[in-house]
């Protein structure tokens, strides 16, 4: 029998969200929302199209004690949504700093969750960082929006490679100090 490895991530309440840890139950719902195009291709890290097993190696590396982001689900149950919507995460930094990224399922864009999810985690600074930093593709304004509702700073544009694309993409780099 192989046993879960129990999370020390808090949960994360707000209105109408909960950011949990991940649990082996929602592979299903990644594998799904990863293997949409637009959500990939507004990521650095998710292939297109998304292999089989992926879900199942991003959950089993973000539930290690050794894992370098702290993941939640981004989970709507309580308002009547599913319980997978997204993912959120902080990858930490040095000097007390975290890299927030997330992405959002396309059924729930422009519904606020995104937003509430982030406006969560900075509310709950689970590691306690003096900063927060975050970057958008420029042809995502909608993250843009996100992030400048949150109260990030626009800091300047750079560029990365995303692996749904196959390209390096211009982005735009905020912060937020805590």
């Keep these: 029998m192989k046993m879960d490895q129990i999370s020390a991530l808090p949960v994360i309440e707000t209105d109408r969200v909960t950011l949990r840890p991940l649990r082996r139950s929602d592979m299903g719902l990644i594998a799904l929302y990863a293997g949409d195009a637009r959500v990939a291709k507004m990521t650095t890290s998710i292939p297109h199209p998304y292999p089989p ?7 089993t590396r973000a539930m290690s004690p050794e894992s370098e982001a702290d993941v939640w689900a981004i989970d709507g149950t309580k308002s009547g949504e599913g319980e997978l919507l997204g993912l959120i995460n902080l990858k930490k930094m040095d000097r007390n700093q975290s890299e927030v990224s997330y992405w959002v399922a ?3 864009w422009n519904t606020g969750m995104a937003s509430e999810a982030v406006e969560g985690l900075i509310a709950a600074n689970p590691l306690k960082n003096a900063t927060m930093f975050a970057s ?10 996100v992030l400048t509702h949150c109260g990030f700073a626009y800091l ?7 692996v749904a694309r196959d390209a390096t993409v211009p982005t735009w780099t905020y912060s937020r100090k805590l």
Excluded: H, T
């Excluded at 097993?53 to 959950?59: I, K, L, R, S, T």
């Excluded at 958008?136 to 929006?145: K, L």
């Excluded at 300047?156 to 995303?162: M, T």
């Design 156 to 162: 300047g544009d750079a560029e990365i490679y995303s």
């Design 106 to 108: 396309p059924l729930f």
């Design 136 to 145: 958008v593709f420029q042809d995502n304004p909608a993250s843009a929006r």
């Design 53 to 59: 097993g992926a879900a199942e190696a991003f959950v």
